[in-house]
Structure formats: C-alpha cells, structure tokens
C-alpha cells in the first residue's frame, strides 16, 4: 500500500465519520452523494474487471460482505422524526464509528499485510482458487466498498420510509400531513 492509498483510505474514513456521527438531518444529500461518490468509484477502478478463473466468484463473496457490512453499518444508525419539528434525522454513535473504523482498517491491513507480512500466502490462495491476481482482488475490493456503500444507504431510506408510518394512535392525526 502506497502512502497515498493509505491517506485515501484515511480520508475516506475520517469523511464517513464526520459526515455520520452524530444527530443530523436525513437530507436528499445524505442520499445522493453516498451514491455519487460510490458510482464516480466504480467508474474510475472498474473500467475492467477481471473474469477468468474465480475471479467473479470472489467479486460476489466480497460483494456479499460488502452488503452485510453495510446493513450493519444502517442497522447501528437510528432514523426517526424530530419531536420539535417532524424532520427526519439519522443519529448514529461509537458502534457506527466502530464498524467503519473496522471495515476501513481491516482494507489498509489487507492491502499492507499482502505486500509485506503475507504475501506469499495470497499468491499461494490465489493460485489455489484460480484468481488471476491483484487486479482481481483490487476489482473485488473495490466491489465490496461499493456494496457497503449501497446497503447502508438502502438500510436507511427503508428506517426513513417506516419512519413515515404511523405506529401509535396517537401519529395518526399526522398521517395525513405528509
């Protein structure tokens, strides 16, 4: 991992974090800019993705992974409507934070750890599932941020949508001011 892929990393982190943590509104932005950052992603690395070998399969166990994550990562945000004025905001704590920490520290170890303290057990993994090589892994990476991406963002317009159910007597009397 080169300096400049770890301060990305980092970067990535600390923007996932400041833009989470804490009680905020849930904006058309919070939606659309997850997306568009992932979409710019998945066009800038993955103009070609590997497909030989078990390539693809590695692609759908990472991107597997990814979504779990990601569900995680919505399932620790809570979404509910503002007492004081009805707006819907996310409040999401150290467990959010937690789990991005380990996602994001868990790829710079991975990426660190294939070129120096494990290299020759992935190259061995590797040829023994029929991968084709770093590309794969890198596309396979890159799969699985996006699915994470895409899974927590999915997990909270669904708490969004249900937020707009009325699930005591009392909110019925709103239902209608939708």
Do not use: C
């Not at 020759?120 to 590309?135: D, K, M, N, Y």
């Not at 927590?152 to 009397?173: C, G, M």
């Amino acid at each position: 991992m080169t300096t400049g892929q770890l301060l990305l990393n980092l970067g990535i982190l600390a923007f996932v974090l400041r833009t989470g943590l804490g009680t905020r509104p849930l904006t058309r932005r919070r939606f659309t800019l997850p997306i568009a950052i992932v979409a710019a992603v998945g066009f800038t690395f993955l103009r070609t993705v590997p497909t030989a070998g078990n390539d693809v399969r590695l692609d759908v166990v990472l991107g597997l992974a990814g979504i779990a994550l990601g569900v995680l990562a919505g399932s620790v945000m809570a979404v509910y409507r503002d007492r004081s004025d009805g707006t819907l905001v996310t409040r999401a704590g150290a467990a959010y934070a937690a789990v991005w920490t380990a996602v994001i520290a868990g790829r710079i170890l991975f990426a660190y750890g294939s070129n120096h303290w494990f290299a020759p057990q992935i190259v061995s993994f590797s040829r023994g599932h029929a991968l084709t090589g770093s590309a794969a892994w890198t596309a396979a990476f890159v799969i699985m941020a996006i699915s994470i991406v895409v899974a927590r963002v999915a997990v909270t317009a669904i708490k969004a949508e249900r937020s707009n159910v009325p699930h005591h007597p009392a909110d019925l009397s709103h239902a209608g001011a939708r």
